[in-house]
Each structure stands twice: as C-alpha cells, then as structure tokens.
C-alpha cells in the first residue's frame, strides 16, 4: 500500500517524459505483469489529425508490436474490440481462446508465441473528448487474481494523466476552481477510499446526498470515474 501511494504522487508529479518509462516498471513490481505496453491519443477534428504517444518497460517484445501493426491486427484483436465496445478492463485468453476464423487464429498463435495470450487491457476515455489511453498488461497471473484488477483500475487515472502530460498533448482543463467546498470535503475522503455510505456517516447527510456530491464533482472535473476524480484533484494540487 505504501508503494502504491508513493506511485500515485509520482505519477501526479510527472513532467519529464523521459521517467515514465520508470514508472511503468514500478507498476510491473506491484502487479505482477511481464510486459506493459502504455498508449496516449488525441484526434483533432479540425486538421483530421490523429497524435499518439507509446511507451513501454524496456522487456516489451517490440518485433511482436511491430508485427501487430504491420499486419493489421488492430482490425481482427478480439482484446481491442471488446475494450473499445466498453472502455472496462478486459481480460485477454477467454476472448482470444474464442476466435473462428482462421486469419484470427493465426493472430493467437503469433501472440503466443510472443508470450501474449494471457493479461488485461484496461484505460480511459473521456466522454466528450478527443483523448483516449490503453494499456495492455501481459501475464497469466494478472488474468487469476481480481486484486490485481483492482489495483489497476485505481492506477489508470493517475498513468492516464502522467502519460498524457508526457506525450506533451495538451489536458483537458478540470474546473478544481469550481468546486464547493463541500465537494472539496467529499472529495478528500473519496481519496481516502470512502463509499458514499461511509461518507455520509462521516459527513452527517444522507447517502443521497453524498451521491449528489459525488455526481457534480464528476461533471464539473470531466471525470469517468471517483479514482479519476481524484487523480485529476491530486494533479491540481486540490488535495
């Protein structure tokens, strides 16, 4: 738990891009992942312009990522499908132990040879926006264990935001000036791992009420989430 928090301050005080991939190492140490593979984008509609970012831990096979591209998997990668159909985390061998055709079944194959066809995918992607992140997280024992999902999930904001600043594209703006200070309240303990009940308890208001908290701040934050919320509070120095 402690080096989880202090990679939450590291990945909420990055500005150098040249220590993400460091970071991403240290997330391998908390999870046991064998190789992670991180994305940033942002599509301008004006120009009809896509940027994106990558980055990876030094051990990530790159002839197989090379080999993804150049081949077209993005199209038949069942992981990609069923993550873009539910921005949820997605668990790699059920789906691609799935596939029928046989081009997708020659995909499996190449990914196991890569040591690729176990692990999760997860991400963040702003409702409204034009910003996407994925990350792809390789290894049998992430697939096993739902700690490791969560973990993950709490982690995504704050490398959401560290790899979006280190891609140099531009973040969509929080209103953390807008915020009440009664949100400001619930927010704090949202970072402590609070439920809306235990919150309410806390606070002395109904749960209801803590919900209606809970929503505004979302809104007024561009949020997908309470861990995204407070990913971008921390990033703005409003905790």
């Known amino acids: 738990m402690g080096e989880l928090l202090a990679l939450d301050h590291a990945l909420v005080s990055l500005r150098d891009p040249v220590e993400f991939p460091g970071l ?3 997330v391998a140490k908390i999870v046991p992942a064998a190789s992670i593979l991180a994305f940033a984008s ?10 994106l970012a990558t980055s990876a831990v030094p051990d990530y096979p790159e002839e197989w990522l090379r080999r993804y591209f ?3 998997y993005s199209r038949i990668d069942p992981v990609l499908q069923s993550y873009a159909a539910s921005f949820q985390i997605v668990s790699w061998s059920p789906l691609l132990q799935k596939v029928q055709s046989k081009r997708s079944r020659a995909f499996v194959r190449e990914a196991t040879d ?7 995918t997860c991400g963040l992607y702003e409702a ?11 290894g049998k024992e992430l697939e096993q264990e739902i700690r490791h999902q969560t973990v993950l999930h709490h982690l995504v904001p704050h490398l959401s935001g560290a790899i979006i600043r280190a891609s140099g594209i531009p973040a969509n703006p929080a209103r953390v000036d807008g915020l ?5 309240e619930v927010l704090r303990w949202m970072k ?6 235990e919150v309410s308890r806390i606070l002395r208001v109904s749960e209801a009420t803590v919900k209606f908290h809970v929503k505004n701040i979302l809104g007024k934050l561009h949020a997908s989430n309470r861990s995204h919320a407070v990913a971008l ?7």
């Open 192 to 197: 402590e791992g609070k439920s809306n009940w």
């Open 42 to 51: 942002q599509f301008d509609v004006r120009s009809q312009e896509a940027r």
């Open 70 to 72: 150049c081949q077209g």
């Open 114 to 120: 890569f040591g690729m066809e176990y692990g999760l």
């Open 180 to 184: 009440s200070l009664r949100e400001l």
């Open 233 to 239: 509070a921390m990033e703005h120095r409003a905790l």
């Open 128 to 138: 409204g926006t034009s910003q996407a992140t994925l990350f792809s997280f390789s």
């Open 24 to 26: 991403l190492a240290r």
